[in-house]
């Protein structure tokens, strides 16, 4: 008999299926591209954005922007000009001019409750406190501010007294051969003062090297088939190793006209005609009113105009407007109709801040939108600010004013609030972020939205109201909460382990419930924070569904 071995009756436990995942998780950078209007809804690129205000696109994430705060105030009118006067030696001045005609030394700032003295007043200005201004060393080694204000004259200040030059014989301080009363805009080209006369193609230039003296004329009208009279002349010092002019570095004279022509010139006309001509000639649709519609920088010129904004560079190359990615297609679709929109509103305006990277496009205050462009130049990429007021707006020193509507002069891009006036803080520093629409899967299947999670780096907790937008909502809906800010602290008053010391950001972010569905989504945030609070970049958990 064989043995058989025992079997102990096995347990049968019943296996559970595993659950399905039901869900799905995506992260994102921030839209450091910044703002791109030249894609379609649905395919955005997920690191640029529909719209972003007072967040400024740097390389690291999206950047708030610090507020500011009043430097000046009681001027009598709208500050309309910030002019700036730095000689190599001496003290640098600031300038600002009002619609009342009168001009203020607000080179301090200033307690709220001081009413300046003017320090010129300049009657019959066409407009009244519309200047073009430029610093320029005489021959003998004298420093200017030279100013021109439409019927009010043509201005120097020496850094001590402000002088007006007359027409007259052309010996002392006069001007031969034309009223300087007429002049409307000026340069410098190859060590000339260059001045634009008002209604005409005409500009004048003076000998080298001097303010005053015989003035001679030089027309551009031939030149200009679209017609209009000039609106700007443009020193541009560039390199022209790159297939346009001479090799190496060479110096040229822009000419706009009003009507949208472009010309470039080489030479002087004081030599012979042939050495003063035309080296292009391009067509770039009407400008702005007020001749400030333009900028130098580094080696190039931004122009602007009833097409958008354009590079000298671009124009050179066959390019401009909405050919080159590298620079201004992003908006142009946008700007473009915003400018024509308001050709003759003052002041379309460019300027370079460098302290910040920014360029400044200053929009015209059509409707008191308090609303301007702005350009990082590291990152190509665009942004617009909201709520500064901001007339005019001008660098001076490593800092940037900003004049407005009602007599004030504000520092710009300092402090932590927008409207402080001498030790009360202002509002709360806001911004607006709407990134680009992402299919989070499949742009075909509807996807219900559970949570968000923004990532922010800051010196305090920002207040943060975020949803998740479905097709094609760019709106955003609701405000953001105060947040907690950390006040100044310094050593021996701030208290160890609480007190937060500058530069000691720290990273936050905490999921949030998210409502609604749709097949696309987009974040749509609004936040309080500190400045310089930047945006790092957000996830969502969708629900994936149906096509249906």
Request: charged share 15%.
């Amino acid at each position: 008999m064989s043995l058989v071995p025992y079997a102990h009756p096995r347990r049968t436990i019943p296996r559970r299926s595993s659950a399905t995942q039901t869900h799905s998780a995506y992260a994102f950078s921030a839209p450091s591209r910044g703002i791109d209007l030249s894609q379609p809804l649905p395919a955005g690129n997920p690191n640029t954005a529909i719209r972003m205000e007072n967040m400024v696109p740097r390389v690291a994430g999206c950047q708030t922007r610090r507020g500011y705060r009043r430097w000046a105030s009681n001027l009598d009118g709208e500050v309309r000009s910030l002019m700036k006067y730095q000689p190599a030696t001496g003290l640098n001045k600031l300038f600002a001019a009002t619609s009342s005609g009168k001009v203020y030394d607000v080179t301090l700032q200033q307690p709220s409750s001081f009413s300046p003295l003017p320090v010129l007043t300049v009657l019959g200005g066409q407009p009244p406190g519309e200047w073009t201004s430029l610093n320029f060393v005489t021959s003998a080694g004298v420093h200017y501010l030279v100013a021109v204000n439409p019927a009010g004259g043509y201005w120097t200040y020496d850094g001590t007294v402000w002088f007006e030059h007359l027409m007259g014989p052309g010996s002392g301080q006069t001007v031969d051969g034309v009223n300087p009363k007429t002049f409307v805009f000026v340069t410098v080209y190859r060590n000339r003062l260059w001045f634009i006369e008002q209604n005409t193609t005409r500009a004048w230039y003076l000998p080298t090297g001097v303010i005053a003296g015989v003035a001679k004329s030089f027309d551009f009208g031939a030149m200009l088939p679209s017609g209009g009279k000039l609106a700007a002349l443009i020193n541009w010092t560039y390199d022209g190793s790159g297939g346009f002019g001479s090799a190496g570095m060479d110096n040229k004279l822009v000419v706009v006209a009003t009507q949208g022509d472009v010309l470039v010139y080489e030479g002087e006309p004081e030599t012979t005609p042939v050495s003063f001509k035309v080296d292009g000639r391009w067509f770039i649709g009407r400008v702005p009113v007020g001749n400030r519609f333009f900028s130098n920088y580094q080696s190039d010129v931004i122009l602007l105009s009833e097409r958008g904004m354009c590079f000298m560079s671009e124009l050179m190359r066959g390019q401009g407007f909405f050919q080159n990615p590298q620079m201004a297609q992003a908006v142009n679709s946008a700007l473009a109709i915003d400018i024509a929109g308001s050709l003759d509103a003052r002041y379309w305006e460019v300027r370079f801040a460098p302290h910040e990277q920014l360029m400044i496009i200053n929009r015209a205050e059509i409707d008191v939108q308090n609303l301007q462009w702005v350009y990082e130049v590291n990152n190509k990429a665009f942004a617009t600010l909201r709520g500064i007021p901001m007339v005019t707006v001008e660098t001076f020193g490593a800092l940037t004013f900003c004049g407005d509507l009602d007599g004030h002069v504000w520092q710009v891009f300092e402090g932590a609030s927008d409207g402080a006036v001498d030790d009360v803080p202002g509002a709360d520093l806001q911004a607006v972020c709407v990134t680009a629409f992402n299919t989070l899967g499949e742009g075909i299947r509807v996807k219900r939205f559970l949570m968000i999670r923004p990532s922010f780096i800051s010196d305090s907790p920002p207040g943060i109201q975020a949803v998740l937008n479905s097709e094609w909502n760019t709106g955003v809906t609701g405000n953001a909460p105060p947040y907690l800010a950390v006040g100044e602290n310094f050593w021996d008053s701030g208290k160890w382990d609480v007190a937060v010391w500058s530069g000691a950001g720290r990273g936050y972010e905490s999921w949030l419930g998210a409502t609604g569905s749709g097949r696309y989504g987009s974040l749509a945030l609004r936040i309080r924070a500190a400045p310089d609070t930047v945006f790092v970049g957000w996830q969502a958990l969708v629900e994936g569904g149906g096509i249906l």
